[in-house]
């Protein structure tokens, strides 16, 4: 009996024990781990991002705000630009209507109503542009100078150019050719009233002029004819 108690204890410790850590799944992706699940191929598992990742990280979305942010200023500068078009258009289009107004009494006999920017633009010399108002008018959006501190501000110069009269035509009778022009200041402080010649908002020197680079301007032609 004894003989066999230390046969079956030698047996016990020959056996091998399993160990169900040993065996390893193999992953494309990742590498090989344990059914434990430790790497076994000789690499840590990573526990998180290097500093180097998170510097680069945060110099790529620099980048890309900066780009955003360029973006942005150049949609609000371009969104200025066409709110002062669009205003000086109007601005043109109102006295065109009040002109086309002022024609509908005028017959090639009777000139137009004394008062009128028609009979205003009527009496200009022709050939050259002319301030339509004061030299101090400033007009607004709606067609008028509003006063010192009256909403919305005047912030546009009118011009009317007046184009060579028609050989033999009496003036009653004479249409009214030429175009209107609305300039102003994109930026404050910038001065863009050249007096009663508007010509020079259309030279190079006015253009190269430091002291009105900050300046714009819209044309509209018309021509208005006796009924």
Known sequence: MAVKSAVKAQNRKQTPILDTCAFTLDSPASGRYSACGERVDGESMRRGFT???V???G???SIGC???????TTSLSQRTVSRDRTQATLLAEGFLVQMARDARTWTPTVNPPAGTHLRTVQTMPVGAWQRLGAAADLYNVNGIVPPPGTLPAGRFHVGVFR????PGLPAPADPITGAIRVAWAKNPG????VGA???DFDTTAFRNNENV???DFITLPFTFSPN
Do not use: H, P
């Open 163 to 166: 184009r060579q009269q028609t």
């Open 190 to 193: 910038v001065i863009c009233d």
């Open 59 to 61: 110099a790529v979305l």
């Open 51 to 53: 500093l180097i990742e």
């Open 55 to 57: 510097l680069v990280a």
């Open 197 to 199: 010649d508007f010509d």
């Open 66 to 72: 900066l780009g955003l942010l360029a973006m942005l």
């Open 213 to 215: 680079q900050g300046c």
